[in-house]
């Protein structure tokens, strides 16, 4: 099948080098993975991979969805997108996920209900990010379920009718034949998304482990596929379900330049759905009520933009005269120059605006003017053709004697204070006395 432009157009660049820059180094991302990882022979003492494996795939998906994102690509950007991970686990792909700000929620389902009731901990926020909240459309929605995905919860289609991804991360090979069976129907024919991201071993790349044929990494894998049976697999998926196109890539590759032939440890397939169909009807959809039983649900902080354009102008310039342009030492070197005034030009201002604002960055030299005239607190003038800004700079001496002024007043106050207590104790002690007398 032939791979989607928007897709190939992404992908081109997509190495180990660039998924490697993207893994987090969080030690917490480690700690929330590892512990299922350990009995893969990928994290044997046999090759060793930097980053690990696991957390090459998880960028690998992540890069795949930004990518999706990076195009039109049938986006409502007001409401976020609905992605759903099939065989979470521990939520090791969690970090990945919620740092995707398109996303309006994220859906886990996992059989395992004790490993996501442990861990339902890795969903929540972290203290940092109530404070440092992302702008998204809408606050990101975090559902986490256990449940059998041969059926589809109503709950999931009725309420996320349109689920934009699906991704199912070394997953497939933990599956009987029915169950893979189930796994297909349920994913492309219910669920139905516009993408299905799919990873699983590359067998090939077993006699690099030393594994015997028909030995497998994992204990629990039920089988392993080649590069040309995985092929075939996603030929078999695209020829039932017509709409979806795929594409196969690899991810991790081999420690050494000759194992370049056998691919890399694992594969990845992206399969793309390129027209909506009408509903089957020739086969029984597994659906059903309660299907799924909910661990989880978390509401991410979210902030939501309430200043005007020409406000977040203002308070930006603001920021960077108080904590960039007059700080203690540029005062202090100022002082020394015999400098008693800095100017700026309007376009260094908007080459300095933060970039964390999209729209700050669209503005323009002469809307930045406006803005700052009709705040009414700053002195505009013309130097060379060139509207800039000029900002006085206060005499520290006089600084530091309001600081020492403000000094002096605290200790006085807390003088009296001591002074106070003191009396009214040497109070009580005589009141005490004359009691006693």
Not at 72 to 90: I, K, Q, S, W, Y
Request: proline share 6%; aromatic share 10%; glycine share 4%.
């Amino acid at each position: 099948m032939e791979m989607p432009s928007v897709l190939a157009k992404g992908l081109d660049s997509l190495h180990l080098a660039d998924v490697t820059s993207k893994v987090p180094s969080d030690n917490a991302v480690v700690e929330a993975a590892v512990d299922s990882k350990l009995t893969e022979i990928e994290g044997s003492d046999t090759v060793t991979f930097n980053p690990p494996v696991y957390l090459q795939r998880y960028a690998a998906v992540q890069e795949i969805l930004k990518t999706m994102f990076s195009e039109p690509f049938n986006l409502d950007l007001e409401n976020g997108r609905t992605v759903m991970e099939v065989g979470c686990a521990e939520y090791g792909m969690h970090i990945f996920l919620k740092n995707i700000l398109e996303l309006g929620k994220i859906i886990y389902l996992d059989i395992d209900e004790k490993l996501l009731t442990d861990r339902k901990a890795n969903l929540r926020p972290f203290p940092a990010e109530y404070l440092q909240r992302p702008t998204r459309p809408k606050p990101l929605v975090i559902e986490a379920y256990a449940g059998d995905i041969t059926y589809v919860d109503t709950r999931i289609v009725q309420e996320n009718p349109e689920v934009w991804g699906v991704i199912a991360i070394e997953l497939i090979e933990h599956l009987h034949p029915e169950v893979l069976r189930g796994f297909e129907i349920s994913v492309f024919g219910v669920i139905n998304p516009e993408i299905v991201v799919v990873t699983t071993p590359n067998s090939d790349f077993n006699v690099v482990f030393n594994l015997p044929p028909g030995k497998f990494r994992h204990w629990d894998h039920k089988f392993e596929w080649t590069r040309n049976e995985f092929k075939t697999w996603c030929d078999k998926i695209c020829t039932e379900f017509p709409e979806y196109d795929y594409s196969v890539h690899g991810v991790g590759e081999g420690p050494l330049p000759d194992t370049a032939p056998l691919g890399c440890v694992s594969q990845m397939a992206v399969f793309t759905r390129n027209s909506r169909v009408p509903q089957r009807t020739n086969q029984i959809l597994p659906s059903k009520d309660n299907a799924y039983k909910l661990i989880e649900s978390v509401i991410f902080p979210n902030y939501i933009e309430k200043r005007t354009l020409e406000q977040i102008v203002v308070d930006d310039v603001d920021y960077l005269i108080c904590h960039c342009w007059l700080t203690k030492r540029n005062i202090e070197n100022y002082m020394e120059n015999d400098i008693y005034e800095v100017i700026y030009t309007m376009k260094e201002i908007k080459d300095l605006l933060p970039t964390k604002s999209t729209n700050v960055q669209s503005v323009d030299e002469e809307f930045i003017k406006t803005a700052l005239m009709n705040a009414n607190k700053y002195e505009i003038c013309i130097i060379d053709g060139s509207s800039c800004i000029r900002i006085a700079i206060p005499l520290w001496d006089q600084c530091e004697q309001d600081e020492m002024d403000e000094e002096e007043m605290h200790d006085v106050e807390e003088s009296k204070i001591s002074i106070n207590q003191q009396d009214s104790s040497s109070a009580r002690d005589i009141d005490a006395y004359d009691s006693w007398e």
